[in-house]
Nanobody
Framework: VQLQASGGGLVQAGGSLRLSCAASGRSFSNYHMGWFRQAPGKEREFVSGISRGDGRTYYADSVKGRFTISRDDAKNTVYLQMNSLKPEDTAVYYC???????????????????WGPGTQVTVSS
């Protein structure tokens, strides 16, 4: 599985960005998908996830109500719509695929099997 995230950039506080993550392979619909971020000097943290099948969504408290995750299995793509961006959202954002057969999307990076190279999001104040 190869993942490629795009859509990052520089935006002013209060603005919006939409990240996309395209996946290779024919079994995308079988993957739980997650978005993580890592700011300089900090650990990688869970942002949002979406389950395979029923598309249940999960969010970190810090982004709940501002970010929306979605997936289009026909396009092998997962999205992260980010609104009301804050300077503290500045980080490299990564998408990841979890091939486990469990039902729950994990918030733990080590669980994920495949990672994309990341896309930079910078929010200016």
């Amino acid at each position: 599985v190869q993942l490629q995230a795009s859509g990052g950039g520089l935006v002013q506080a209060g603005g919006s960005l939409r990240l996309s993550c395209a996946a290779s392979g024919r079994s995308f619909s079988n993957y739980h998908m997650g978005w993580f971020r890592q700011a300089p000097g900090k650990e990688r943290e869970f942002v949002s996830g979406i389950s395979r099948g029923d598309g249940r969504t999960y969010y970190a408290d810090s982004v709940k109500g501002r970010f929306t995750i979605s997936r289009d299995d026909a396009k092998n793509t997962v999205y992260l719509q980010m609104n009301s961006l804050k300077p503290e959202d500045t980080a490299v954002y990564y998408c990841a695929a979890d091939l486990r057969r469990g039902l729950v999307v994990s918030r733990t990076p080590v669980v994920y099997d495949y990672w994309g190279p990341g896309t930079q999001v910078t929010v200016s104040s």
